[in-house]
């Protein structure tokens, strides 16, 4: 096909023609007959009246002296070229009637009216091909191949097109998959693939099994199977995070599955309600056939596995599960709650096989004390003396260390599973470099909320470890059941096997309180706000009615989306489109039905955000409602999404002398530390307004002053949205990050609310001690989960500080809501009315250059 011309129509046309034709393209539209029609013939007689005929009526309009348009629907919109249609049009008007030279119409519309100065008129020329008159004749047309393409077969199909993308199933699976894609882009090519295609098994539904099974769809796996003999109590509901009212007396495994698909209906998730059986638990002789079809499921679904995770709530029921995946070679991955501290560590590989020997016999009796890669073994949970004394306690852990501890699981498993040596990656410690993109890979992590501290632990296979030694595991290789059902029936069985003295040792297990004492009463009194119910407000929320709150105030001006509910722990896919503020009440009575939950819509007021004259009552009245909501509450943490929607909470908290915790993520780091208590008043003061502007440089009790937010900036908040491309604008970090820092948060808050000088507590860091039963008070918590460092840090008030000091609060409780709209307004009036603007100048003029530490993102939650 040749293009011989090339016209807006309104060129082309008188403007007689072009009224006429205008006024028959929308009686032409109008018509329930013909809208469907895409492709016409436009008929324009010698008087510059236009009408709108079909194809068919092309003949009869011959030798009238009229102008023939072909016309049709063109949806492109450059006028330089028509759209692709036109081009298999002319070659059916070329072919059917034998026109060599075709003019046509390329119809256009704007806003569902004609448009003439879009739409073309051109003419084209098409010769057609030699033969084309045949029946049997197979043009070259595009869109049409051979059976075998590039092999020039005659035979000929429709191209086909895979639209699978443009299934809403499809499109909300990938929105679901965004931040691991973001990850991709801007810091660490995840294997999206790698992830949705491993088959993972959960041993346990309970505490720890909900949390790790939601992060690990966050992670993008979407294989799951699930074990659990179990079934959903009362109790359960503030602890596990996945049951709702109705699930109780159901089990666990049937009420876990429509709760995993509600959050990511792409998920393929299996619930078996089976007991694991353990060693030390002898079975009557009417039981060992059903604990032996137990073993064998668990052998399979070990088998078909490709990771399993030991989330059960008794030491001895993690055995059998570690046996087979040290014989099968499988990453296991374990999980253990204590009271106060916790245990996450990866199984070492199953042992290589010495040659020399054919291959069964091997695999039994010539087992090497290295794996297969000739490094040395790193040890299961049954190695270590310490570890298997630990006490697992879900129940009695104190809340908040589930989700430290299952971020910290889930994160090592997907490190693991991007390592290149895999199962066999040797383990890494505190203060190694290493060239894995995702950071260092422990064997194991030990921390402990009361003393903030985390640390990595290395250890390798022990000869005589009742699960993973080379005489247990060629004991089972060569027995089989009859060998796990002796260890069943007789206690002292594996001991004997492996040389050891004694197995459980329970005299000499270290052993905490089973509980620590709590003002229950104080802490369902308290009244607690949540600026934010995204991806940190859903976990603090949660955590904190476990931790007894009863009282809550949701604030958020957001909706839930798609790409929220595998992130974001409370939603499910019946929320798409409603408030956050609204929806997040639903499921937190569907947890605890006794807590007063309310949910405000309310966009919080920013500085560098400036509105208009028409915006400024509505932004006044926000201003205003959101300090009565401060005044009304005893606790305020903030959740939101941007660093600049925090200063006015900050300044309402600092001058009311709310408790205040921030919790904010980086991309793999998070802080969550607790603003300190407002200034006192200068004896000085003897009146309000002297009260004003003598505020004392220490608080009421004579201490000084811990920091907030912004005490270390040396810039005011700014709009951090407006002049940032969407990718920027939504912060990646890891999956997992989120409720590490919201059970860090949710503990800072009542070790604070139980400790006798509260709000003004001085800050503790790592190392020293503390009198307070509930153990360190700090002021300031970073974690980084590359490095899996934990630092305890301690700042104080600084008299620059944009949200703090003294001269932002004078001026605050002097001018109110006037004060407020000059900085939203004004984005310099912080930094002059602080003196940051003479700071940066004396800096610049200094030569000083100014190194910020932080992450390369703003600490924010997304």
């Known amino acids: 096909m040749t293009l011989l011309s090339l016209q807006c129509a309104s060129e082309v046309l008188s403007k007689e023609e072009s009224a006429s034709l205008y006024g028959a393209l929308q009686e032409w539209r109008a018509s329930s007959e013909t809208t469907v029609v895409p492709f016409f013939l436009v008929s324009i007689s010698p008087d510059s009246s236009a009408s709108i005929r079909r194809l068919k009526d092309w003949k009869g309009c011959q030798g009238n002296n009229q102008k023939l348009l072909f016309g049709f629907y063109d949806h492109g919109c450059r006028l330089d070229y028509p759209g692709w249609a036109l081009r298999n049009y002319i070659t059916f008007l070329s072919i059917r009637w034998k026109i060599e030279k075709v003019q046509f119409f390329c119809y256009r519309e704007y806003r569902g009216q004609p448009d003439l100065e879009q739409s073309l008129i051109g003419e084209a020329s098409f010769s057609p091909p030699h033969g084309c008159d045949d029946p049997d004749h197979v043009p070259d047309a595009i869109g049409w191949e051979g059976e075998k393409p590039g092999m020039g077969t005659k035979k000929m199909k429709p191209k086909e097109i895979d639209l699978q993308s ?7 699976e990938e929105k679901q998959l965004m931040h691991l894609k973001l990850m991709g882009w801007r810091h660490f090519p995840v294997n999206i693939e790698k992830l949705s295609c491993v088959r993972v098994l959960l041993l346990g539904a309970g505490t720890l099994g909900c949390e790790v099974a939601r992060l690990l769809m966050t992670w993008g796996v979407r294989k799951l199977t699930v074990v659990d003999n179990g079934s959903v109590a009362t109790s359960d509901l503030v602890k596990q995070s996945l049951y709702t009212e109705k699930d109780c007396g159901v089990p666990r495994v049937t009420a876990l599955v429509p709760h995993l698909k509600e959050r990511c209906p792409a998920v393929e998730v299996e619930g078996i309600q089976m007991e694991i059986p353990g060693p030390g638990h002898p079975v009557s002789p009417s039981k060992i056939a059903s604990v032996l079809d137990d073993c064998k499921h668990l052998q399979a679904l070990v088998a078909a596995n490709d990771v399993v995770f030991l989330l059960t709530d008794t030491w001895e029921s993690r055995w059998l599960p570690t046996l087979i995946c040290a014989s099968e070679n499988k ?19 199953s042992p290589g096989t010495s040659g020399g020997m054919d291959e069964v016999t091997s695999q039994i009796d010539n087992l090497s004390t290295e794996d297969a890669l000739s490094h040395q073994r790193l040890g299961c949970c049954f190695c270590n003396d310490d570890a298997s004394l630990f006490n697992p306690n879900p129940n009695g852990a104190l ?65 005589n470890c009742t699960a ?5 595991l060629s004991e089972y290789r060569k027995r089989g059941l009859d060998f796990v059902m002796q260890a ?9 096997l492996t040389g050891i003295s004694d197995l459980k040792r329970p005299d000499a297990c270290p052993k905490m309180p089973a509980s620590i004492s709590v003002n229950s009463d104080k802490i369902s009194d308290v009244r607690c706000l949540l600026l934010g119910a995204g991806t ?3 976990d603090v929320a949660r955590i904190l009615m476990d931790c007894g709150v009863r009282k809550l105030t949701v604030v958020d001006s957001g909706h839930v989306v798609v790409s929220n509910l595998a992130r974001q722990s409370l939603y499910t896919s019946d929320d798409r489109g409603a408030p956050k503020a609204t929806a997040i009440l639903r499921h937190l009575a569907e947890r605890c039905p006794s807590v007063d939950a309310q949910g405000i819509q309310m966009e919080i007021p920013m500085p560098g955000h400036p509105v208009s004259p028409s915006e400024a009552a509505g932004v006044v009245q926000d ?21 600049e929607s925090r200063w006015l909470p900050t300044v309402l908290c600092a001058s009311e002398n709310k408790i205040a915790i921030t919790a904010a993520l ?40 811990l920091g907030c937010y912004f005490c270390n900036d040396v810039v005011a908040p700014v709009d951090s949205v407006s002049n940032r491309t969407l990718d920027q604008q939504c912060t990646v970090t890891r999956p997992g990050l989120a409720s590490i820092a919201s059970g860090r948060a949710a503990d800072l808050f009542t070790r604070m609310l139980h400790h006798p000088d509260g709000i003004h507590a001085p800050g503790e860091i790592s190392g020293a001690s503390s009198g307070h039963p509930l153990g360190l008070l700090p002021h300031q918590i970073r974690g980084s989960l590359s490095q899996y460092n934990l630092l305890t840090l301690l700042g104080y008030s600084s008299s620059n500080c944009t949200a703090c000091s003294n001269v932002v609060l004078s001026e605050h409780r002097r001018r109110g809501m006037d004060f407020v709209m000059q900085v939203i307004n004004e984005p310099t009036y912080l930094e002059d009315l602080t003196g940051l603007t003479d700071l940066m100048k004396s800096a610049a003029y200094s030569e000083v250059e100014w190194v910020d530490e932080t992450d390369e993102e703003d600490f924010v939650e997304i």
């Open 166 to 172: 443009m299934n809403p199933a499809s499109q909300d």
């Open 666 to 705: 980086g991309y793999d780091s998070y802080l969550v530390m607790r603003h300190g208590a407002g200034p006192g008043i200068s004896c000085e003061a003897s009146n309000v307004l002297a009260a004003m502007d003598k505020l004392c440089t220490k608080d009421a009790l004579g201490r000084q002053r």
């Open 488 to 496: 069943i029936n007789y206690p002292t069985y594996l001991k004997d």
């Open 468 to 472: 993973c030694s080379m005489a247990v």
């Open 399 to 463: 809340p908040g260390l589930t989700s430290v501890a299952s971020g910290k699981a889930v994160e090592l498993f997907a490190r693991m599973l991007h390592h290149p040596n895999g199962i066999h990656a040797p383990g890494d410690i505190a203060g190694m470099e290493t060239e894995h993109q995702l950071g260092l890979l422990p064997h194991q992590l030990r921390g402990s909320l009361p003393n903030c501290v985390l640390s990595m632990e290395l250890g390798n296979s022990l000869g």
């Open 536 to 538: 940190l407000g859903c």
């Open 331 to 349: 990453i296991a991955i374990t999980t253990v709650l204590g009271n106060d501290s916790y245990l996450v560590m990866r199984h070492g590989a």
């Open 623 to 643: 201003c205003k409602q959101l300090k009565e909501l401060v005044a009304s509450h005893d606790a305020i943490f903030l959740l939101t999404d941007t660093r």
